[in-house]
């Protein structure tokens, strides 16, 4: 399972690794502007979003593996593509290739179903927490090489990364074991009935929209208003590194030992939007203080956000669950990137960042409603027939009955 992670968190730092540079370098291809760069940042997400859920469907008629091979394979294809453009249009088709190999909801399923009901937790948690090393490492790497090598350097090793990713997949990744569960596979409007998976995904969209309005605007406050080198981004991140890199564990631990989920939740979005309130400032001490509150806020929900998913929605509906969050996650890139470049070229960064604000607050408001999370109470029968079964589906204790490798599970809300 650990090798999953490892997949998922390669693929990712192909993905991150050229956010730094990426809006400077696509300033000066021939036809791009405000507009269209903010499009080529996200254009990659606006892919993943519509087709997540249709490779979820493939994985289940196909297998897993498979599934995730090929959508590792067209990542390397659209970063190839990127890495040759030399117009604006080519490099964001470039980007929706790459987001077309739509496998993150692929991926989590796979470690749904690898892991056992005591490590699932640890198992989502590890995987975020890959996810936020990669992007710590991306953030670090990218501006030095793609500063020293140039930012088609940058695909280049993303390409590199896919491949050597399939490679991990058949030599290490075992195969899934055998799940019966007893509900018909959950509708898309099933899903959204449930208000609390409903805030988890509100808070993947604004964590990934803000990202990526982030790192539109960050390179180019530094580089074209504070007349900072593109080598010298590496100031502002590494800092934000650091404090994201502790964040992480802390986290991981109140929200999986501690069971007080619904305070990192909290506490993200109010690191996050006071990012914001940071770039209101308009002054490089302020803006190298919000970039290290929004690494923090990131790095907190990372590790928690496909954990809580995980543990919130029942087995029949987890693939469903889990594609539907990373399709909405993939919206709030894609949309952060066009709002920002809309906004910014119309109205300035200050109006930007006051719409952030205002949709900062909303978001942090409603996660005090969120219910605190505290887990399930876990019982296995080896031997059990079609009477016990029903009982324990008729139970309204019971969040979830399922057979895994022949053993009845039966989890009960604490």
């Known amino acids: 399972m650990t090798y999953l992670s490892l997949i998922m968190a390669t693929r990712f730092l192909g993905l991150f690794i050229v956010l ?4 400077v370098y696509a300033m000066h291809l021939q036809g791009s502007s405000d507009t269209t760069i ?9 892919s993943q979003m519509f087709l997540q859920v249709f490779f979820g469907k493939l994985s289940d008629k196909y297998g897993r593996k498979h599934i995730i091979a090929f959508g590792l394979l067209i990542l390397a294809l659209g970063s190839i593509v990127c890495a040759v453009s030399d117009n604006i249009w080519m490099l964001i088709f470039g980007r929706l290739l790459q987001g077309a ?3 993150g909801g692929v991926v989590l399923a796979y470690l749904n179903d690898l892991s056992t009901e005591e490590t699932r937790g640890k198992m989502f948690a590890r995987m975020g927490q890959f996810i936020g090393l990669s992007f710590a490492i991306a953030m670090v790497v990218g501006p030095i090489w793609g500063a020293k090598y140039g930012v088609p350097f940058l695909f280049d090793i993303t390409a590199v990364l896919a491949v050597l990713a399939i490679v991990l997949l058949y030599l290490k990744v075992p195969a899934a074991p055998e799940i019966q569960h ?5 509708k898309i409007s099933e899903v959204f009935k449930n208000r609390e998976l409903i805030k988890v995904y509100f808070s993947g969209f604004m964590q990934k929209g803000m990202m990526t309005i982030i790192f539109m605007v960050t390179p180019l406050i530094f580089i074209n208003k504070l ?9 502002v991140y590494i800092p934000a590194l650091v404090f994201g890199i502790f964040a992480m564990p802390f986290s991981a631990i109140m929200a999986e030992k501690k069971g007080k989920a619904k305070l990192v939740f909290i506490l993200s979005a109010i690191f996050m939007t006071s990012s914001v309130i940071a770039f209101l400032l308009s002054n490089e001490s302020s803006y190298i203080i919000g970039v290290v509150l929004f690494f923090i806020g990131f790095n907190m929900l990372e590790p928690v956000l496909q954990s809580f998913t995980g543990k919130i929605a029942r087995i029949h509906e987890k693939a469903t669950a889990m594609s539907i969050g990373n399709s909405i996650q993939y919206s709030g890139i894609f949309l952060g990137g066009l709002v920002a470049g809309v906004v910014k070229q119309y109205y300035g960064y200050n109006a930007l960042f006051y719409l952030i604000l205002a949709i900062g607050v909303i978001w942090i408001i409603s996660l005090f409603t969120m219910k605190d999370f505290k887990g399930f109470d876990i019982k296995t029968f080896d031997n059990f027939d ?13 969040h979830d009955v399922f057979i895994k490798e022949k ?6 809300i604490k």
């Open 20 to 23: 730094p540079l990426l809006s």
């Open 38 to 46: 903010g499009i080529a940042l996200g254009a990659y997400a606006l």
């Open 101 to 103: 190999g739509a496998i």
């Open 182 to 186: 007893f509900e018909d596979s959950a």
């Open 227 to 235: 007349g900072w080198e593109k080598m010298d981004l590496w100031k």
């Open 386 to 398: 079609d009477e016990m079964i029903n009982k324990f589906k008729n139970d309204e204790n019971v």
């Open 407 to 412: 053993v009845l599970i039966v989890k009960y």
